[in-house]
């Protein structure tokens, strides 16, 4: 049986180099707040003085109140102050406050004004006993400038005992920042504690830490709600001072009655008990929903064991929360509900720093957690059985997936020694669904007749690398490809952190076949290699290639399958490379493919972000589409290997057709049309089947666009817009022979307005 814990009394915790002062407030008649109740800061102080410095103070009660360590020095300088007072200067003394004959008929006053300052204001009302502390310096001032030179040694005393408590109270950071808002200030009033005290608060059933009250001096840009079951409320802040914002959530943890609490402290408590199975942990989903129903159950005799009544669809909300507590991921899994979070960063030493995140709409931002070392090793431990990758000082790298319901993110790890400091986490979140050439439209990601012709070289079963630094959007990009890689065709996917929207694809017909290979950066000896997963790939018979990123000696592999012609169909991958000659460079002189190897690329797209005149906004744009000429032999920049087809205008703030697109002077255009009997020899033809193309990318742009019509722009119904307009051209060819383009556009059209007639029926 556990031992209560016996009311006010103390432990010190040790997490690593950190002290934490806990103080159980479980059952006390006071609201556990050191800024407002006298009490608390007089007790915390006495405990200060028994323990000495603490890094953090939690006033535990059935919610945590924690005060950070920046709070915790002030009120341990208070702590120090008054025991150098006490035993140091003995100020409390006939010797510091009436010593000779003159003065005995003061003592007893200045003894008592004394008491007051030191033994009962000190500690529990510091700006009080400064404030007492000064007055009374002012008035005996007064009184002894009234009296003869001879006469005034009576007071001497008495003030340097004063000036000596002023002093050493100036000195604290508590009183130099109280001394803006001291005037005026009447004894007892705690209004500037409230000013200078801000706790975080977390339920006791949680590790992570969370500011829930706003920011001082925040203006509110921005708030909203997320989350499918729970709801959160985030708001986005602007502090003076600072450029970065200031991301603030209160998730549904925070929103709960104390009975609720309670019920989630005594389940967690427990669920703590249960050891999941080795086939759980390997399978996340699996584990959730034996943890969900365990805890839905748990929860529920708890609540007929109190007397409370609690509706079905309340133990359900306990229950998501209890599991996200337990097995999950705690509040990182409330961020990833965000639509618009992109990244999350928890940074070594975790629990010293808030988790940072960046934002679609406003740039890097800075949250209101504080994750907890015990919870960041937990979340450690879950990603070795998640990965079966091994993550310890011999591999302090551990590059993983995880999938939520609500999210599916790639999560990287580093610990020591690599951060010296222990563990940092990086979440890249990945879009639920996978982007479209129309939702790209919209976003001004790219132009309608880039659109077009990406999806005409697609078609036209092209190799194409997607370059970019990191967080351009390069697998985004890929993703968007696959999904308008005709159904009919076979797809084989090679990626060593799987990013690409398999299995989405999966469920919407696509003949997809997922190979997970080793990490270049891990070098695990478990898993395949990724060029022996290319060569794999080119065994399992004629199919689509989709490399999720080249790194290594994969390209070597890829590129004399592409040289050879093992493929006959498109391939595609992401490298690192800001233009097309950064991707010869790397894949060259980095990676050690033949340059008559490189040649087999034929479109090199790259990605970027465009950055505001001010440095604080910053957009993902398309910026170049370029082909790869085979006549060059030794540097493509110098023989003009490289031919841009579209390029970034900045003014129009979109990708732009060059003169070469506009004129025809495309080989890779035109070994596709060499290869359809219609466009032999028809350059009219084929530029106007690339702008037909871009046109029906943007008609589903524009349409989705209109209220309560998004669904147009995701991948489910882009993919059947696709198939449609292949199935319209084909139809309308084999009535009247090549099909004008105006009247394929025309019939898309009617067919797009009877699916929303019929989906606003429903």
Not at 128 to 154: G, H, N
Not at 200 to 205: H, T, W, Y
Not at 242 to 249: A, N, P, S, W
Request: hydrophobic fraction near 40%; proline fraction near 5%.
């Amino acid at each position: 049986m556990v031992e209560k814990k016996k009311l006010y009394s103390y432990e010190i915790e040790i997490e690593g180099n950190t002290r934490n002062l806990v103080i159980n407030c479980v059952g006390s008649l006071y609201y556990p707040s050191i800024e407002d109740n006298e009490f608390y800061m007089s007790m915390v102080i006495g405990y200060l003085i028994e323990t000495g410095f603490v890094n953090n103070i939690t006033l535990a009660g059935e919610r945590n109140y924690i005060y950070t360590e920046e709070q915790a020095q002030m009120l341990y300088e208070i702590a120090q102050a008054y025991t150098h007072l006490i035993r140091q200067e003995k100020i409390i003394s006939i010797a510091k406050l009436g010593p000779t004959d003159s003065e005995k008929k003061f003592l007893p006053e200045r003894i008592n004004t004394m008491r007051s300052i030191v033994l009962e204001l000190l500690r529990s009302d510091p700006v009080s006993a400064y404030v007492k502390a000064i007055r009374t310096l002012r008035e005996q001032k007064v009184k002894m400038e009234a009296l003869p030179l001879k006469q005034r040694f009576i007071f001497k005393t008495y003030v340097n005992a004063l000036e000596t408590v002023i002093t050493l109270l100036e000195k604290t950071r508590l009183i130099k920042k109280a001394k803006p808002f001291i005037a005026g200030h009447k004894i007892g009033d705690r209004a500037i504690y409230r000013e200078l005290f801000e706790p975080i608060i977390k339920p006791n059933f949680m590790l992570t830490r969370l500011m829930a009250e706003a920011p001082l001096k925040g203006e509110e840009v921005d708030s909203y709600n997320i989350g499918k079951f729970e709801k959160s409320t985030v708001v986005i802040y602007k502090l003076p001072n600072t450029v970065r914002l200031k991301y603030h959530i209160s998730p549904p943890e925070f929103n709960l009655t104390e009975e609720e609490n309670t019920l989630l402290t005594d389940a967690q408590k427990v669920l703590s008990r249960y050891k999941p199975k080795g086939a759980e942990f390997v399978d996340p989903s699996r584990m959730r929903m034996v943890f969900y129903n365990i805890a839905k159950d748990l929860l529920d005799e708890l609540a007929v064991s109190k007397g409370l009544h609690m509706k079905y669809n309340e133990i359900e909300e306990l229950s998501r929360i209890l599991v996200r507590l337990t097995v999950g991921f705690g509040l990182i899994e409330v961020l990833l509900e965000d639509p618009y979070i992109e990244d999350i960063y928890i940074n070594a030493p975790i629990g010293q720093t808030p988790i940072f995140l960046k934002h679609a709409k406003y740039g890097e931002c800075e949250t209101n957690i504080i994750p907890n070392i015990r919870e960041a090793e937990a979340w450690a431990s879950r990603f070795r059985m998640i990965s079966q990758r091994p993550l310890d000082e011999a591999n302090p790298v551990l590059d993983t997936e995880l999938f939520l319901p609500a999210a599916r993110t790639r999560v990287a790890i580093i610990q020591r020694p690599l951060s010296p400091q222990g563990y940092s986490f990086v979440y890249r979140k990945h879009k639920p669904t996978p982007f479209t050439f129309p939702m790209y439209i919209n976003y001004k990601f790219l132009s309608p007749l880039a659109a077009g012709l990406l999806w005409f070289l697609t078609d036209g079963a092209r190799t194409m690398m997607i370059a970019g630094t990191r967080g351009t959007g390069k697998s985004s990009l890929l993703g968007c490809i696959i999904g308008n890689i005709m159904r009919k065709y076979r797809i084989i996917t090679v990626e060593d952190t799987l990013e690409l929207p398999v299995e989405y694809y999966r469920k919407l017909g696509f003949n997809i076949i997922p190979m997970k290979v080793r990490s270049a950066i891990l070098g695990e000896k478990s898993e395949l290699s990724a060029a022996e997963g290319v060569r794999t790939s080119l065994r399992l018979g004629d199919s689509a290639l989709i490399v999720g990123e080249v790194r290594s000696k994969e390209a070597l592999a890829l590129y004399e399958a592409m040289r050879v012609g093992a493929l006959a169909n498109v391939v595609a991958g992401t490298i690192h490379g800001d233009s097309p000659y950064g991707v010869f460079d790397r894949v060259v002189n980095d990676l050690g493919v033949p340059r008559t190897s490189f040649k087999a690329t034929d479109i090199i797209m790259v990605a970027n972000k465009i950055r505001g005149a001010g440095q604080l906004t910053e957009n993902r744009r398309l910026t170049t589409i370029a082909e790869v000429r085979k006549h060059w032999e030794e540097d493509p920049l110098k023989e003009q290997g490289f031919v841009h087809l579209m390029e970034y205008d900045s003014k129009k703030d979109m990708i732009m057709p060059t003169s070469a697109l506009l004129d025809g002077d495309s080989e890779v255009v035109k070994s596709i049309a060499g290869k359809v009997r219609d466009w032999v020899g028809n350059w009219d033809r084929v530029w106007d089947n690339i702008v037909l193309r871009g046109k029906i990318a943007k008609l589903m742009a524009d349409y989705a666009k209109k209220p309560g019509n998004s669904w147009i722009q995701e991948a489910d119904f882009v993919v059947v817009g696709n198939d449609n307009f292949h199935k319209i051209f084909g139809e309308l060819k084999e009535e009247s022979g090549y099909p004008d383009s105006k009247d394929v556009l025309f019939q898309f059209e009617n067919w797009l307005k009877t699916q929303i007639r019929m989906r606003k029926k429903r």
